[in-house]
């Protein structure tokens, strides 16, 4: 039995930002392409989608993989309400060695997302 589909979104900033999409758009159009390839990928097959194309980084935070011409592209995500998955920023990776900075904003992102809509269930 299949489960339901996964519907991604792109976080939005307080001042109406959508960072992932700004990242996306600029990058080379091959990219995007890939970019939105593995997206597909990640709404047919949600929590149960492997390594190489997802992985686990922690505190409910995981990355969406894939190469570019730019280099190892990575978009960071989590799941919302089973059946979401909230994009909160990508990067393109410049050693082996995931970003710090990254994963922070990641992590914050998330708990600004949550508090949110914490508040307006109430």
Not at 15 to 35: A, E, M, Y
């Amino acid at each position: 039995m299949f489960s339901a589909r996964i519907r991604c979104y792109y976080y939005l900033t307080g001042p109406g930002r959508v960072p992932v999409r700004d990242f996306i758009d600029s990058l080379d159009f091959k990219t995007q392409r890939k970019f939105f390839f593995v997206k597909e990928l990640l709404e047919n097959f949600g929590h149960k989608l492997p390594y190489p194309h997802a992985k686990y980084i922690g505190n409910s935070i995981f990355e969406l993989r894939f190469k570019g011409y730019e280099g190892a592209v990575r978009i960071f995500y989590f799941f919302f309400d089973q059946d979401k998955a909230i994009f909160t920023n990508g990067f393109v990776k410049k050693s082996a060695k995931t970003p710090q900075n990254e994963i922070g904003i990641a992590f914050e992102r998330r708990s600004e997302y949550m508090a949110r809509h914490k508040e307006r269930d109430r």
